[in-house]
């Protein structure tokens, strides 16, 4: 256990080519309904409380992530949403699940901090062993398992301490990433992990040093666009072929089909005005 610190149609043919290659892993995700979302509140760049949401809006766009989930065989879990806790759609930030273990999610603004153990109660009753976090993390916003490895975010949301934590939690090689642009407050909004190997990622949204760590150990991965990052394109979830992601990504789904993966596109532009996109809707459990 370590921790760092930090289309044309040869595009087709290729895109063919590495397709063969990949393969769909089974999926279990938590989702969250929108039934109180909304923006009442202030707590990063994409949120402007004084512009109105329509919660009937976000309910069908969510709903659309849902079933597509299903349509491609996820087994999809559901947490019920609570009265006040307008965030608590975006599952992802509810927790860390790996190895049957929940490591609970501690926020950094008291309007979210009641989600933690709102979230870690409910993995606990799916049978996870659920741990009590110390220090200040935001679950899968800023933890992305890629292979055997947890890649960690600090910056904005999660202290770096937490990722001493994590890895003494879960046994694994942590390695810490900064992240610099208050836009990409979360490591889920700069990075994305499309299969054990590859990610794709907003260079300019780390400090130096984490761009020579992701580029070290990454070097086959896709660049994004800073176009298709400011509309969360790289907010994306992915079982290794299926990538689901912003259609509003254009760049980013042409680069993914020539490398091979099937892009599924929907539009969550009323929940991106809280802050957040596909993989902030999705915790993934692993068992």
């Given at each position: 256990m370590t921790l760092t610190t930090p289309q044309d149609t040869t595009s087709t043919r290729e895109g063919e080519q590495h397709s063969a290659t990949?393969?769909?892993?089974?999926?279990?995700?938590?989702?969250?309904?929108?039934?109180?979302?909304?923006?009442?509140?202030?707590?990063?760049?994409?949120m402007?409380?004084?512009?109105?949401?329509?919660?009937?809006?976000?309910?069908?766009?969510?709903q659309s992530l849902y079933d597509t989930y299903l349509r491609l065989g996820f087994d999809v879990q559901l947490i019920d949403p609570l009265p006040g806790l307008p965030d608590m759609v975006y599952a992802a930030n509810g927790g860390f699940v790996l190895d049957g273990i929940a490591y609970e999610a501690k926020f950094r603004y008291p309007e979210r901090q009641p989600e933690g153990p709102a979230y870690l109660a409910h993995l606990a009753g799916l049978g996870f062993d659920a741990r009590e976090a110390v220090e200040k993390n935001e679950g899968e916003g800023d933890f992305l398992l890629v292979g055997d490895v947890i890649l960690a975010a600090h910056g904005f949301r999660s202290e770096s301490d937490s990722h001493r934590?994590?890895?003494e939690v879960f046994g694994r090689?942590?390695?810490?990433?900064?992240?610099?642009?208050?836009?990409?407050?979360?490591?889920?909004?700069?990075?994305?992990?499309l299969d054990d190997e590859t990610i794709a990622y907003l260079p300019?949204?780390?400090?130096?040093?984490?761009?020579?760590?992701?580029?070290?150990?990454?070097?086959?991965a896709i660049i994004a666009t800073e176009e298709d990052a400011a509309v969360l394109g790289l907010n994306l979830f992915s079982d290794?072929?299926?990538?689901?992601?912003?259609?509003?990504?254009?760049?980013?789904?042409?680069?993914?089909?020539?490398?091979?993966?099937n892009t599924h596109s929907v539009d969550l532009s009323e929940l991106?005005?809280?802050g957040g996109g596909v993989k902030c809707c999705t915790l993934e459990l692993r068992k």
């Open positions: 990949k393969k769909a892993q089974p999926k279990t995700v938590l989702m969250c309904r929108p039934d109180y979302f909304t923006v009442s509140y202030r707590i990063n760049p994409w402007f409380p004084e512009n109105p949401t329509d919660q009937s809006l976000a309910a069908t766009q969510w934590e994590v890895a090689d942590v390695v810490s990433l900064k992240l610099i642009n208050p836009s990409f407050y979360h490591l889920d909004t700069a990075l994305a992990v300019s949204a780390f400090d130096d040093q984490s761009r020579a760590i992701l580029e070290e150990r990454y070097p086959e290794g072929l299926n990538v689901v992601m912003a259609e509003q990504a254009h760049t980013l789904r042409v680069e993914l089909e020539a490398r091979g993966y991106l005005l809280g």
